[in-house]
């Protein structure tokens, strides 16, 4: 599923995105991969989240998948058609896209390639998709504000979500 999933992004890529610009776009994209690998890093063993395996062997290749794979060819069409103009537009796009993962997020749920752990659940899924939609947007304007504000709310999930990053490993 998670391979199916990632042929899938690739494909919307190669057909949605705006190849043209990837220059442009490879900052945010990889502003994205950084923060997913931070998040592996941090966590260590404790994740909150764990990609169960299908046909991959383990959760560390099938995320490196998605960190490298999937997630860039994602942002890739995310960003090639973000509307301009409009904040209500900008909305309503960020809603669809976020409602999308949460839809995909539910079935890899569902059917058992995806586990929660250490408190964390579906609603704290989606308002983490809420802010990385608009941290992609942001980061895409403003790279500096949007590091420095990411340092913030990492600290403050962490906190909150008492990862233990001394005693990680």
Same mark, same amino acid.
């Given at each position: 599923m998670h391979l199916a999933v990632a042929v899938f992004a690739v494909l919307l890529a190669c057909f949605r995105g705006d190849w043209?610009?990837?220059? $442009?776009? =490879?900052?945010?994209?990889?502003?994205?991969?950084?923060?997913?690998?931070?998040?592996?890093?941090?966590?260590?063993?404790?994740?909150?989240?764990?990609?169960?395996? $299908?046909? =991959?062997?383990n959760h560390t290749l099938t995320d490196t998948l998605h960190t490298f794979v999937t997630l860039p060819a994602l942002v890739l069409v995310y960003l090639s058609r973000f509307p301009e103009r409009r904040w209500l537009a900008q909305a309503g796009y960020i809603a669809g896209w976020v409602f999308s993962f949460a839809v995909v997020e539910l079935i890899f749920y569902r059917i058992h390639r995806l586990s929660y752990h250490n408190g964390w659940n579906y609603g704290y899924s989606i308002a983490l998709d809420i802010l990385m939609f608009c941290m992609l947007r942001f980061y895409s304007i403003k790279p500096y504000w949007t590091y420095g504000l990411s340092v913030v709310i990492t600290f403050l999930l962490i906190v909150y979500f008492r990862v233990p990053v001394l005693n990680n490993r």
């Open positions: 043209g610009r990837l220059r $442009d776009f =490879l900052p945010t994209i990889q502003y994205l991969v950084i923060c997913n690998l931070f998040y592996n890093f941090i966590t260590g063993p404790n994740h909150m989240w764990r990609y169960e395996s $299908d046909c =991959l062997i």
